[in-house]
């Protein structure tokens, strides 16, 4: 099993920016594609961004593309979501997760999920 806890969560103004953070633990972290995806109250769980094991090819949703940045410290075991920007649409409870192989937008696909943390942007 990997183990995937997740920080940053929190309150934070319209305009303003969080950096989110992704341990993970219990398997080799470098073998794993990430993403980050996100579910505001009674919508489905939508992708926000993905990298691959090596830290190459980055992908980003329309939604938060020139605003976010997705990266990774395979040293650290960590994966890193810095979002700028903020607006009340981004309040969602944000998951990292994680997948052996090549990354995809397609959460399904994704073997292993944090446990989520409340993003809240106030205006």
């Known amino acids: 099993q990997m183990q995937l806890v997740e920080s940053g969560g929190g309150l934070v103004q319209a305009g303003g920016s969080l950096r989110r953070s992704c341990a993970a633990s219990?398997?080799?972290?470098?073998?794993?594609?990430m993403g980050w995806f996100r579910q505001a109250p009674g919508k489905e769980r939508r992708f926000v961004a993905a990298?691959?094991?090596?830290?190459?090819?980055?992908y980003y949703a329309d939604s938060v593309k020139g605003r976010s940045t997705i990266s990774r410290d395979n040293a650290k075991n960590t994966l890193y979501l810095q979002m700028n920007s903020l607006n009340p649409e981004d309040t969602a409870v944000y998951y990292c997760?994680?997948?052996?192989?090549?990354?995809?937008?397609?959460?399904?696909?994704?073997?292993?999920w944090g446990q989520g943390t409340q993003v809240t942007v106030s205006s």
């Open positions: 997760a994680a997948r052996r192989g090549g990354y995809t937008n397609y959460g399904a696909r994704y073997d292993y």
């Open positions: 219990g398997r080799i972290f470098s073998d794993y594609a």
């Open positions: 990298i691959t094991w090596s830290g190459g090819v980055p």
